[in-house]
């Protein structure tokens, strides 16, 4: 976002700073790998933006983009983290698609005394450098409040869920459940994964219009399945009965909530926690230690804002 190129400028003069204090950054080239959950899903298209124009910042880094061929496949992150540990990468940053399954990885990865970082989402074992990112708990509890504030605390919601085993998911999930019991007289009919996809955003929909003669909120965990949820509604013809709240952004989810088919959406500054990876990298590769744990603010997006975003 907006912010991103500042927070960038503000890292790369830390790098700098770093560079001119160890002799051999100005001929070593650092051979880096990011490894996403999918290169199918936009957000993760955008987090390899990001990389990419944050490693051209610093003349030093080369950077490698890549992901699983089938979306959200944990066995393929493994095997392409054993691929760069092989070519004798410097170090890797990954989105875990599993965070528990991608342990053993990990481990590999510190075995070979290669640096790993986990931008966006954690991992649940294994030494890991840095991870950057967002409460996710908070993204799903102020989301999940400002959702039962609209509906002037009453009223029937669905919760649409990403994948099985992700922390991303599974954080944002526990958030809105918790927001939602403090409110007596919201009902959470029923909660379900979409895998973080558009199309399954939409069967779920289906699934839960056709069991459910009347629904006043739906609260997905991104705007991916958010957008496909739309489409069912609206071939439904219930746009008008739900309020919808979700997380990220692009510019359908901006166009949805001019239109007045989302309520809010969250953002998190997915580029800068691409950046702040590979610059905890750069450190950490010369010497330098960095906090295991970076939290970037999620900002709240909605119609009196939504031109920031663009």
């Known amino acids: 976002m907006k912010k991103f190129v500042s927070l960038l400028l503000a890292l790369v003069l830390c790098v700098s700073m ?3 204090g160890v002799a ?6 650092y051979e880096f790998v990011f490894i996403v959950k999918s290169m199918q899903f936009s957000f993760m298209l955008s ?3 990001g990389a990419e124009a944050a490693a051209k910042l610093v003349d030093n880094i080369h950077i490698s983009c890549i992901g699983p061929e089938t979306p959200y496949s944990v066995n393929e992150q493994i095997e392409l983290v054993e691929q760069a540990i092989t070519n004798n990468v410097d170090a890797i ?3 875990p698609a ?3 399954g991608i342990i053993p990885a990990i481990e590999a990865a510190n075995k070979a005394g290669i640096p790993i970082a986990t931008p966006n989402t954690k991992a649940y074992g294994g030494e890991v450098l840095t991870w950057i990112g967002v409460d996710n708990y908070t993204v799903g509890y102020q989301l999940g409040k400002a959702l039962c504030d609209a509906l002037g605390g009453k009223g029937n919601v669905v919760l649409i869920e990403g994948t099985a085993g992700n922390s991303t998911s599974t954080e944002r999930v526990d958030g809105y459940k918790d927001a939602f019991a403090e409110y007596p007289e919201i009902v959470l009919l029923d909660s379900q994964p979409a895998d973080f996809n558009r199309e399954k955003g939409m069967t779920v929909m289906e699934n839960f219009l056709e069991r459910y003669d009347h629904i006043d909120g739906v609260a997905s965990v991104n705007k991916d ?3 496909g949820a739309l489409e069912a509604v609206k071939s439904a013809d219930r746009q008008d009965e739900m309020i919808q709240v ?3 952004v692009d510019n359908d989810c901006l166009d949805a909530i001019e239109a007045g088919d989302i309520l809010i959406t969250g953002a998190q500054e997915e580029k800068s926690q691409i950046a702040n990876a590979i610059y905890a990298c750069l450190l950490a590769c010369n010497g330098y230690k960095v906090a295991p744990e970076q939290y970037i603010p999620m900002t709240l997006v909605t119609k009196d804002n939504v031109a920031l975003y663009r």
């Open 98 to 100: 599993d965070s528990t």
């Open 93 to 95: 940053m990954i989105t």
């Open 246 to 248: 979700t997380f990220d």
């Open 225 to 227: 399945m958010t957008m």
């Open 18 to 20: 770093v560079s001119a």
């Open 24 to 29: 051999e950054t100005a001929t070593k080239t």
């Open 47 to 49: 987090m390899i933006d």
